[in-house]
Nanobody, 123 residues
């Protein structure tokens, strides 16, 4: 059982930046593809970004391309989501996710979820 813990959420003005972190409980995190999803208020949870086990492949939702960057440090068992040029519509609870392949993460076939961290972007 892999436990994921997100941090780094908060309140930021439009145009600002935040970096989310997701720390995994086990050193075997390098065996998993990782990713991020978000759930705006009153809406369903949606895919944001995914990264392969080695970090060599990444995918992004169209709504965040060019603004968000997913990365990972397997030596620190941590995945990051750098969010720049934030918009009010980026306001959501952000969840870390992991699964065996990056394709599974991208499709929402997630094996492990974090508890989520709130990101609020004010206009």
């Amino acid at each position: 059982q892999v436990q994921l813990a997100e941090s780094g959420g908060g309140l930021v003005q439009a145009g600002g930046s935040l970096r989310l972190s997701c720390a995994a409980s086990e050193r075997t995190v390098s065996s998993y593809a990782m990713g991020w999803f978000r759930q705006p208020p009153g809406k369903e949870r949606l895919f944001v970004a995914a990264i392969s086990r080695s970090g060599g492949i990444s995918y992004y939702a169209d709504s965040v391309k060019g603004r968000f960057t997913v990365s990972r440090d397997n030596t620190e068992n941590t995945v990051y989501l750098q969010m720049n040029s934030l918009k009010p519509e980026d306001t959501a609870i952000y969840y870390c996710a992991s699964s065996v392949t990056v394709g599974q993460v991208r499709s929402g076939n997630v094996r492990y979820w974090g508890q989520g961290t709130q990101v609020t972007v004010s206009s």
